[in-house]
């Protein structure tokens, strides 16, 4: 429901009358800028690549307060250090989707010392 009432305000659809009126419907294009809603609507690079294959490094992180568990994946040519592929499995909210599927994409290309230096703040 969540998802279908942003995507209606996203695109400038109108909801009932009773639900335009709530302040909470209302922001939720505050909350959810469209780029997070495509990448949970449209997730990218989900899946898994072998873990045995010396070229791949995994990531498993799991927010009990949440219940949220996402395993991140990359795969990385030895000779230059570059991320050649990346992919993810998440299970959790909207957020956690999304988040994975557009960290996989901007970490694809990229160095691993460049990379290393992501914050989360």
Excluded at 67 to 77: A, P, R, S, Y
């Amino acid at each position: 429901m969540l998802r279908l009432a942003a995507k209606r305000l996203l695109q400038g659809g109108r909801l009932g009358s009773h639900e335009a009126q709530s302040p909470a419907v209302l922001s939720l294009t505050r909350f959810y800028h469209e780029r997070v809603v495509d990448h949970y609507d449209n997730p990218r690079n989900v899946g898994s690549f072998d873990k045995h294959d010396p070229t791949v490094g995994t990531g498993l992180v799991g927010a009990p307060a949440c219940g949220d568990v996402m395993k991140l994946q990359i795969k990385v040519d030895d000779s230059t250090g570059k991320i050649v592929d990346a992919c993810f499995k998440t299970f959790g909210c909207g957020s956690a989707i999304a988040s994975s599927s557009v960290a996989t994409e901007w970490v694809k290309g990229k160095q691993m010392e460049e990379v290393l230096t992501i914050k989360n703040t």
